[in-house]
């Protein structure tokens, strides 16, 4: 079956745009002092000849993607590359369809033979993983959803079913067994958020690294106009949710971050916290054992934690923990861990509650996750991977049409605030937090509703370009 509505890739372009952090941000044992952020443009073209162009972007980030003893340059310069071939593969790849249809196909069909030979090119070397392979697919994919709402000039969540779609959720999707659940003429707009709302309650980033009061500041802080310790930060934006960044391998340490936040949290007026273990911990006791601290020595803290997220090794497979006793205590999710709905199936058999969904996943899956999640009865989340720039709308977007437990984590205004300050100055609701809320008023218009031409922003030389541009243009 095919429509007069359906595209297919013509060309792509990829721009990597460097940006520098004000201040460090922790990751697990390694530390993010400087990301590339993949900016790419991809054509499509409709059966009548008709293009239009959308754009998608990530920040490449290293730590999160690929956790490893390999030194930094040697993995950034994998995902470059990786973006490199991906650009020509994504301009080559004849598949028409409506994005979310030609998106799974490529991820299907084309990713697992690019990163394998990725990986048979680096030879012995560490192979880099599926999770950073999806991250750089993810800004071809974003860019192709855009440039199909561009085409038809919808924004592309009214795109989500009929007419435009041209197979149901059950082609993608499988339930879980003796449940019930059947995705028989069911789409993705039967389980999202419409019509969206306009303003999210915003999550605040403590990493392991970050400052908690005055009494940490050595005076080689950045004086730079932003706040450098956390009280601060909730004061400014009016905070109401707090993530905790937590090491996983030192429970003393552990606790005792978790206690020192939710004092100044209380003293501030912070509604929420939650505790990111950075999928370090392997045994769900060293979990059970601080939240059984928190209830009996502080159980305004304990009560304030609305869900912990991802204790656990990022493969499911390898590392089949049952972690029904963790969830017992608190909402537990998958993040890292939740490569796509069939991970997430088997997450929920090993008792995880609740599914964190990243853009940086592929808007691809990041849709399909949401809606095996939600069609179980399982929570969503919608977690930043400190999106500055263009990377910032389709991440709000989705949470902002996913229902989420409570709003959306966002944190670039807190490590680099100047790098999108061109795009702050057409959607200044979205780059920095207000009554500790990002609004998405600004956001409107065909594809993700960037307003690029508004956008004052000049970029880098392509680094690849590839494919022809047949047909008559659509205006962006």
């Not at 977007?397 to 437990?405: D, E, F, M, P, V």
Request: proline content about 7%; charged content about 25%; aromatic content about 8%.
């Amino acid at each position: 079956m095919s429509k007069a509505s359906d595209v297919r890739p013509v060309s792509a372009s990829l721009t990597f745009i460097p940006v520098e952090t004000r201040v460090p941000l922790k990751f697990g044992p390694e530390t993010l002092t400087a990301v590339t952020c993949a900016r790419v443009q991809i054509e499509v073209t409709d059966r009548s000849g008709r293009v239009a162009a959308g754009w998608g972007e990530t920040p490449l980030s290293v730590q999160w993607v690929w956790p490893s003893a390999l030194s930094y340059a040697d993995r950034h310069e994998a995902l470059k590359r990786a973006c490199e071939e991906l650009t020509r593969a994504w301009a080559s790849f004849y598949e028409w369809g409506h994005p979310l249809e030609v998106g799974h196909a490529f991820q299907g069909e084309v990713l697992p033979g690019l990163l394998a030979r990725i990986n048979e090119g680096r030879g012995a070397g560490e192979p880099m993983p599926w999770l950073a392979a999806l991250v750089c697919c993810s800004a071809f994919d974003i860019a192709l959803h855009d440039a199909y709402g561009v085409l038809h000039g919808l924004p592309v969540y009214e795109t989500y079913g009929p007419p435009y779609m041209n197979r149901d959720l059950a082609e993608f999707l499988e339930p879980a067994a003796r449940t019930g659940v059947t995705f028989e003429g069911r789409y993705p707009r039967d389980y999202l958020v419409t019509p969206r709302p306009e303003r999210l309650p915003a999550w605040h980033l403590v990493g392991g690294l970050d400052l908690l009061d005055r009494s940490e500041t050595v005076g080689t802080e950045p004086d730079d106009g932003y706040p450098v310790v956390l009280s601060e930060w909730i004061d400014r934006d009016g905070l109401r949710c707090l993530k905790v960044k937590l090491r996983g391998n030192g429970a003393d340490w552990d606790y005792q971050r978790l206690v020192r936040v939710g004092e100044i949290a209380i003293a501030g007026g912070v509604d929420w916290l939650t505790s990111d273990f950075n999928c370090t911990v392997t045994d769900p006791a060293y979990v059970n054992a601080i939240l059984d601290r928190l209830v009996a020595e502080h159980p305004q803290i304990y009560g304030m934690i609305l869900y912990v997220e991802q204790p656990f090794p990022y493969d499911l497979e390898e590392h089949r923990i049952d972690v029904h006793s963790v969830s017992a205590r608190k909402p537990l999710f998958m993040d890292e861990s939740a490569h796509d709905w069939r991970a997430v199936r088997m997450g929920r058999e090993l008792g995880w509650t609740g599914v964190a969904l990243k853009t940086c996943k592929t808007q691809t899956g990041a849709l399909l996750s949401l809606c095996w999640a939600k069609a179980h009865g399982m929570t969503l989340m919608v977690q930043d991977l400190t999106n500055p720039m263009l990377a910032q709308i389709p991440h709000v977007l989705l949470a902002a049409h996913a229902g989420t437990i409570m709003g959306v984590e966002t944190n670039a205004m807190q490590f680099y605030p100047d790098a999108s300050l061109p795009e702050e100055a057409v959607h200044p609701g979205l780059y920095r937090r207000r009554d500790g809320e990002v609004d998405l008023g600004t956001v409107r218009g065909p594809g993700f509703g960037y307003r690029l031409a508004e956008v004052d922003r000049e970029l880098p030389e392509p680094a690849v370009v590839a494919g022809e541009r047949p047909g008559a243009e659509v205006p962006g």
